[in-house]
Protein backbone atom coordinates (compact mmCIF):
# COMPACT_ATOMS: atom_id res chain seq x y z
CA UNK A 1 0.00 0.00 0.00
CA UNK A 2 1.15 4.08 -0.67
CA UNK A 3 0.26 6.90 0.72
CA UNK A 4 0.31 9.71 -1.59
CA UNK A 5 0.55 13.91 -0.64
CA UNK A 6 0.30 16.17 -3.46
CA UNK A 7 2.03 19.85 -2.90
CA UNK A 8 3.03 22.60 -4.79
CA UNK A 9 -0.10 24.26 -6.37
CA UNK A 10 -1.43 27.89 -6.58
CA UNK A 11 -2.11 30.64 -9.01
CA UNK A 12 -0.21 31.51 -11.82
CA UNK A 13 -0.97 33.66 -14.35
CA UNK A 14 -1.20 32.15 -18.40
CA UNK A 15 2.69 31.66 -19.42
CA UNK A 16 3.76 31.06 -16.61
CA UNK A 17 5.25 27.66 -14.59
CA UNK A 18 4.59 25.67 -11.88
CA UNK A 19 5.73 22.19 -10.37
CA UNK A 20 3.69 20.20 -8.19
CA UNK A 21 5.24 17.72 -6.26
CA UNK A 22 4.10 14.35 -4.85
CA UNK A 23 5.84 12.45 -1.98
CA UNK A 24 4.83 8.77 -1.56
CA UNK A 25 5.47 6.39 1.92
CA UNK A 26 6.23 2.31 1.56
CA UNK A 27 9.35 1.06 0.16
CA UNK A 28 7.73 -0.28 -3.26
CA UNK A 29 7.71 3.04 -4.75
CA UNK A 30 9.76 2.13 -7.61
CA UNK A 31 7.70 -0.88 -8.36
CA UNK A 32 4.30 1.62 -9.30
CA UNK A 33 2.91 3.03 -12.47
CA UNK A 34 2.79 6.65 -11.21
CA UNK A 35 0.04 9.30 -12.55
CA UNK A 36 -0.62 12.84 -12.42
CA UNK A 37 -4.60 13.55 -13.24
CA UNK A 38 -6.79 16.60 -13.06
CA UNK A 39 -10.36 17.18 -12.62
CA UNK A 40 -12.91 20.58 -12.50
CA UNK A 41 -16.09 20.46 -11.27
CA UNK A 42 -18.62 18.91 -13.40
CA UNK A 43 -16.23 17.20 -15.61
CA UNK A 44 -14.72 13.89 -15.42
CA UNK A 45 -10.85 13.58 -13.95
CA UNK A 46 -8.65 13.20 -17.08
CA UNK A 47 -4.99 11.88 -16.96
CA UNK A 48 -2.31 14.27 -17.36
CA UNK A 49 0.64 12.02 -17.26
CA UNK A 50 2.13 9.29 -16.53
CA UNK A 51 5.65 7.60 -16.06
CA UNK A 52 5.78 4.11 -15.28
CA UNK A 53 9.20 2.31 -13.33
CA UNK A 54 11.43 1.88 -16.24
CA UNK A 55 10.70 6.04 -16.14
CA UNK A 56 8.74 5.46 -19.91
CA UNK A 57 6.39 8.58 -19.96
CA UNK A 58 3.00 9.02 -21.47
CA UNK A 59 1.40 12.79 -22.06
CA UNK A 60 -1.66 13.54 -22.87
CA UNK A 61 -2.37 15.54 -26.30
CA UNK A 62 -3.40 18.72 -24.08
CA UNK A 63 -0.23 18.66 -22.75
CA UNK A 64 2.22 17.55 -24.61
CA UNK A 65 5.66 19.81 -24.83
CA UNK A 66 4.67 22.03 -21.73
CA UNK A 67 4.25 19.59 -19.24
CA UNK A 68 7.07 16.86 -17.67
CA UNK A 69 6.38 14.11 -15.33
CA UNK A 70 9.66 12.86 -13.66
CA UNK A 71 10.31 10.55 -10.49
CA UNK A 72 13.05 9.64 -8.42
CA UNK A 73 13.02 6.67 -6.92
CA UNK A 74 15.28 7.08 -3.88
CA UNK A 75 13.61 9.65 -2.45
CA UNK A 76 9.94 8.60 -3.51
CA UNK A 77 8.84 11.66 -4.78
CA UNK A 78 7.34 12.70 -8.50
CA UNK A 79 7.03 15.92 -10.31
CA UNK A 80 4.94 17.72 -13.12
CA UNK A 81 6.35 20.50 -13.99
CA UNK A 82 4.21 22.89 -15.78
CA UNK A 83 5.04 25.59 -18.60
CA UNK A 84 3.67 27.77 -20.61
CA UNK A 85 0.16 27.48 -18.39
CA UNK A 86 -2.98 28.17 -19.92
CA UNK A 87 -6.61 29.30 -18.32
CA UNK A 88 -7.70 25.92 -19.22
CA UNK A 89 -4.99 24.21 -16.58
CA UNK A 90 -6.86 25.57 -14.09
CA UNK A 91 -8.29 22.23 -12.25
CA UNK A 92 -7.19 20.17 -9.25
CA UNK A 93 -4.46 18.28 -9.47
CA UNK A 94 -4.02 14.50 -8.55
CA UNK A 95 -1.18 12.43 -7.79
CA UNK A 96 -1.73 8.67 -8.59
CA UNK A 97 -0.48 5.51 -7.91
CA UNK A 98 -0.61 1.65 -8.76
CA UNK A 99 0.70 -2.00 -8.90
CA UNK A 100 -1.17 -4.21 -10.57
CA UNK A 101 0.27 -3.81 -13.79
CA UNK A 102 3.81 -4.90 -12.80
CA UNK A 103 5.08 -1.27 -13.03
CA UNK A 104 3.87 -0.15 -16.24
CA UNK A 105 1.40 2.36 -17.14
CA UNK A 106 -2.09 0.85 -19.44
CA UNK A 107 -3.63 3.82 -19.83
CA UNK A 108 -5.11 7.40 -18.59
CA UNK A 109 -8.23 5.81 -17.10
CA UNK A 110 -8.45 6.62 -13.70
CA UNK A 111 -9.69 2.85 -13.03
CA UNK A 112 -6.52 1.56 -13.80
CA UNK A 113 -5.00 3.20 -10.45
CA UNK A 114 -5.62 2.34 -6.94
CA UNK A 115 -4.13 5.05 -5.01
CA UNK A 116 -5.09 8.75 -4.92
CA UNK A 117 -3.41 11.88 -3.32
CA UNK A 118 -5.89 14.26 -1.65
CA UNK A 119 -5.47 16.73 -4.50
CA UNK A 120 -4.19 20.36 -4.74
CA UNK A 121 -5.49 23.34 -6.82
CA UNK A 122 -4.15 24.90 -9.40
CA UNK A 123 -5.37 28.10 -10.89
CA UNK A 124 -4.19 30.10 -13.86
CA UNK A 125 -5.42 33.35 -14.84
CA UNK A 126 -5.46 35.31 -18.03
Known amino acids: QVQLVESGGGSEQAGGSLTLSCAASGNMYREYCMGWFRQVPGKEREGVAT???????SYADSVKGRFAISRDNAKNTLDLRMNSLKPEDTAVYYC????????????????????WGQGTQVTVSS
Open 96 to 115: AADHRWGGSCPSFRPSTFDY
Open 51 to 57: IDSDGRT
